[in-house]
């Protein structure tokens, strides 16, 4: 009787651990260009300071990004950047929260590119705005990345583009995050 | 085997229990805000310059920064009357001082600069920052830099057969800038001018010291105000000039200001008790005297080009 119930705890506890198995990662990549012109990159700026979780048995995701960690080629655009487009002292980073959609834990255990998607609140500027989009998750040996595209409309999160510098930029900027979480 | 039991059974209960944790987002919120950063003040002044004097900005890391300016004559000179109209308040003259130069920042803490300031004149500079005002991993209440800049007069006159070391004067200055808040900015720039050659006088001296006091109001994110004083302690007064007649300079200079940043340009027009565009002249040798009304405008125009790549598109 006492075997069993220490069999029944032993499993609790080992599936309580796969519960909570979450990885993190301080290595996320966001790289975006606002310029009409995608072969032009002379407004582009990455950060390489994003942080993303993932709780593999509910699938779920976080990111976050602190937007005074996106830099530009011209000290000048991040200075507009942060002081009158992104107001970053008001709001300091950019976040996105979901759930992978077509995940499963298996896929991290072997080898391969997959296509799955995500679903979740992108929040930016104050603003928070459903949004889904297809993923990518590449796994290698003990490297799990996923990539995705965040299509982002100024507009949509209340960022004012003044109308000299508008036609410049395309409509939509396309945000490309690159998260890798180290498996262990 | 029942302690072994109770063991496993708190410790299955703690991770039932961090499994129901699911505050994803949260965690990283906190996890940003727990860590200790370093916030620096920055966008002090929109641009490089207050208006005539150099502020503790710098063109960014990289960048390579051309700037254009004009002074005109003044607005209004007595006894001219309507002659003031017809050259539409010293803008239609016909006379400007041009005043162009380059600059580029190899360090995030160096700026160098070369300018050609009209009448065969010519300056180069260098720029450090000493000091960032900053909060969180130190408190520190200024930003302070430090100016130099040579000066050398290669034209004919005033003396075709000094000494070229005659030719050469100097300014240093200590820029010490606080960012009080998003819009209000005050900058303290006391200035040594080191003139080579003087005018035989009374009260000549090679060196001039001066005290400025400058600072910006933002109005709106693109446009601000902004406004300069200084003041000159041990001025050139009482002096002859080359012809053996007195000259008299004003210790002081007073100039208001509006910026107004484009996205691409930074413009800045003024109003400014001097006609000279260079800062040597300005601070030690100015002719110009507010308190008689003697205002000039002028205009300053900034372009920034990145010439080092920083973000790599991957």
Excluded at chain 1, 92 to 102: Q, R
Excluded at chain 2, 19 to 47: H, R
Aim: hydrophobic share 40%; aromatic share 14%; glycine share 6%.
């Amino acid at each position: 009787m006492k075997k069993i119930t220490l069999a029944i705890l032993a499993s609790i506890l080992v599936f309580g651990f796969l519960h909570a198995q979450t990885y993190k990662t301080r290595d996320g990549y966001i790289f975006f260009n606002p310029n009409k012109d995608q072969t032009k990159k002379d407004y582009a700026a990455d950060s390489k300071e994003a942080t993303a979780v993932l709780k593999v048995e509910t699938s779920e995701v976080a990111l976050l990004v602190p937007m005074k960690t996106f830099h530009f080629n011209n000290a000048l655009l991040e200075e507009h950047f942060n002081e009158n487009y992104l107001e970053s002292n008001k709001f300091p980073n950019a976040t996105y929260k979901g759930k992978l959609i077509g995940f499963t834990k298996d896929m991290l255990a072997k080898d391969g590119v997959y296509n799955i998607s995500s679903e979740g609140q992108v929040s930016l500027h104050g603003v928070t705005k459903n949004f889904s989009a297809p993923v990518k998750l590449e796994v290698k040996g003990k490297t799990a990345t996923f990539y995705c595209v965040f299509r982002i409309k100024a507009e949509d999160y209340n960022i004012n583009i003044p109308g000299l510098v508008k036609p410049k930029l395309s409509d939509e900027t396309p945000l490309d995050a690159r998260i890798p979480f180290q498996l262990n | 085997m029942k302690k072994i039991c109770l063991y496993l059974m708190i410790a299955a209960g703690f991770t039932i229990k961090a499994g129901a944790q699911d505050d994803l987002l949260g965690d990283l919120v906190k996890e940003d805000a727990g860590k200790v950063k370093e916030n620096f003040a920055t966008a002090t002044f929109k641009s490089t310059r207050i208006i005539n004097f150099q502020s503790v900005e710098m063109t960014g890391k990289g960048n390579l920064q051309f700037m254009v300016s004009h002074h005109f004559p003044n607005l209004w000179t007595d006894g001219k009357g309507l002659g003031n109209l017809s050259q539409f308040f010293g803008f239609n003259s016909g006379v400007a001082t041009t005043y162009l130069s380059f600059d580029y920042s190899p360090k995030d803490w160096m700026n160098l600069g070369f300018a050609l300031t009209g009448n065969s004149q010519y300056e180069t500079w260098a720029k450090f920052r000493l000091l960032r005002q900053q909060t969180g991993k130190r408190t520190i209440p200024v930003t302070v830099d430090y100016f130099a800049l040579a000066h050398i007069d290669a034209s004919e006159g005033p003396s075709p057969d000094d000494f070229t070391w005659n030719r050469f004067s100097f300014l240093h200055q200590l820029l010490i800038a606080r960012k009080f808040n998003e819009r209000f900015s005050l900058q303290l720039t006391p200035s040594l001018v080191h003139l080579n050659y003087v005018p035989f006088g009374i009260n000549n001296t090679n060196n001039i010291f001066t005290m400025g006091l400058g600072g910006r109001y933002k109005l709106t994110h693109k446009t601000a105000v902004t406004f300069e004083y200084s003041h000159q302690f041990n001025g050139n007064k009482n002096l002859l000039d080359e012809s053996a007649s007195a000259v008299n300079y004003v210790p002081d200079l007073v100039s208001i200001g509006y910026d107004w940043d484009t996205g691409g340009h930074i413009f800045q027009f003024y109003l400014s008790s001097t006609t000279s565009s260079q800062n040597i002249t300005q601070l030690s040798a100015n002719t110009q005297d507010f308190t008689k009304g003697n205002f000039s405008l002028g205009f300053t125009i900034n372009r920034s080009y990145s010439v080092k790549r920083v973000v790599q598109a991957h």
